[in-house]
C-alpha cells in the first residue's frame, strides 16, 4: 500500500488581490491530507472517505475521480482501493480541494511509476481544480505540493513562519464563486474605489515579504488586521468571520484576518507559541471552531510503500 500526504495552506495576505495580478503571500499549514492506495485484483475502483464509498463518481468524488480519469495519459489504471482522511476543514478555504487532488497524483504516480516532477504535479493539480469547479488560482495546488511560504504570483519560496498559527472555522460554508463574482461587480461598478483598495491589499505582500524574511511577526500582525479590515470592505467578511478575528485579537494575537474566499469559511491569527491554547479556547468562546497549527515546509510527500 502507498500513502502519500500533503498540506493545507492559508493566505497571510492577498486573497482575492491575487485574482487581479496583485501580490500574495500563502503559507502551507501542517493539516494533512492522507491518500491510501493499494491495488486490487478485482480491477475495480473504489474511493472511501467520510463522504462515502464509491468508484469513479464526480458528484461524491469529484477531486479524486477526476484525477485517476487525468493519471491514465500516464498509466494503465485498472484496479486500485483509495482511501482519504485528512485533517483539514472541508470547502472552508484551507486548501482541501487542493490537498486531496495533489496527495491522489502523487500516490498514484509512485504506484504506476510514471516518474511526474514536482512542477507536474502542481500542474496537474491545478488543471483538476479547474476542470472540477471551473475556475481556479494556482496557488492551493502549488503551495500544498512544495510546502512552506510562497509570494504569488512569483512563485518566490519565503523563509518559514515560526510563529503559533491558529485557525478559526465559522462553520459556514460559502462559495468561492460567488464571492470572487462580487468583487468583480463592485470593481466594476467602483473601479476608483475597488482597484486602489485590492492594490493596497498588494503592497501589503511586498511590504509582507522582508517582514517573513526577517520573522517579524508584530509588523506583519499589524498588517493582517490592515487586511482584514480592507476585506470587509470589499464584501467578503461577515458578522461571525469578525467575531473570531476580534476574539483572538483581544487575547493576544499578533493579528488576524479572513483566509480564502470570506462569506463565511475560515479566519487565521498569528501569535507567539505560548498563546495558542488561550486564542484558540477565545475563538471557541466566539462560537468558532479553533484549530492549532504550524507551517509547514513539508509539501507532497510519499509516508509509506509497503
Ligand atoms: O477560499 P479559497 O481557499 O478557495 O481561496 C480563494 C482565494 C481567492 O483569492 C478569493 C480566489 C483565488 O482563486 O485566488
Redesign the pocket.
Known amino acids: 500500500m502507498i500513502t502519500c500526504s500533503a498540506p493545507g495552506k492559508i493566505y497571510i495576505f492577498g486573497?482575492?488581490a491575487?485574482?487581479y495580478g496583485e501580490n500574495a503571500i500563502c503559507c502551507a499549514v501542517d493539516l494533512r491530507t492522507r491518500v491510501h492506495i493499494e491495488h486490487d485484483e478485482s480491477a475495480i475502483i473504489s474511493i472511501e472517505s467520510v463522504l462515502g464509498k464509491t468508484g469513479i463518481d464526480f458528484e461524491i468524488h469529484p477531486y479524486v475521480s477526476a484525477v485517476i480519469e487525468r493519471m491514465r495519459e500516464f498509466a494503465s489504471i485498472k484496479g486500485i482501493r483509495i482511501k482519504i482522511e485528512s485533517d483539514i476543514p472541508v470547502g472552508s478555504?484551507v486548501?482541501s480541494s487542493a490537498a486531496v487532488t495533489v496527495a491522489t497524483i502523487a500516490a498514484l504516480n509512485r504506484m504506476f511509476d510514471c516518474n511526474l516532477t514536482l512542477e507536474k504535479i502542481a500542474k496537474l493539480g491545478h488543471e483538476v481544480e479547474i476542470q472540477v469547479q471551473g475556475a481556479?488560482?494556482p496557488?492551493?495546488t502549488y503551495v500544498s505540493t512544495m510546502g512552506g511560504v510562497f509570494m504569488i504570483p512569483q512563485r518566490k519560496q519565503l523563509k518559514n513562519i515560526e510563529c503559533g498559527i491558529v485557525i478559526g472555522n465559522t462553520n459556514v460554508l460559502s462559495s468561492?464563486k460567488e464571492?470572487?463574482a462580487n468583487v468583480a461587480e463592485l470593481r466594476k461598478n467602483y473601479p476608483q474605489i475597488i482597484g486602489p483598495v485590492l492594490s493596497t491589499i498588494g503592497s501589503m505582500s511586498e511590504i509582507g515579504e522582508e517582514l517573513v524574511d526577517n520573522s517579524d511577526y508584530i509588523s506583519i500582525g499589524k498588517l493582517m488586521d490592515i487586511n482584514h479590515g480592507l476585506l470587509d470592505s470589499i464584501g467578503v467578511g461577515s458578522f461571525e468571520l469578525s467575531s473570531l478575528v476580534y476574539a483572538a485579537r483581544s487575547s493576544g494575537a499578533f493579528g488576524a484576518k479572513i483566509t480564502?474566499?470570506g462569506g463565511g469559511?475560515c479566519m487565521v491569527a498569528l501569535m507567539d507559541k505560548a498563546k495558542t491554547e488561550a486564542v484558540a479556547g477565545a475563538i471557541n468562546e466566539a462560537g468558532g471552531s479553533s484549530i492549532i497549527t504550524n507551517a509547514t515546509e513539508h509539501g507532497v510527500m510519499v509516508e509509506s510503500n509497503l
Open positions: 486573497e482575492h491575487v485574482v478555504g486548501g481556479a488560482s496557488t492551493d468561492t464571492l470572487v480564502g474566499a469559511g
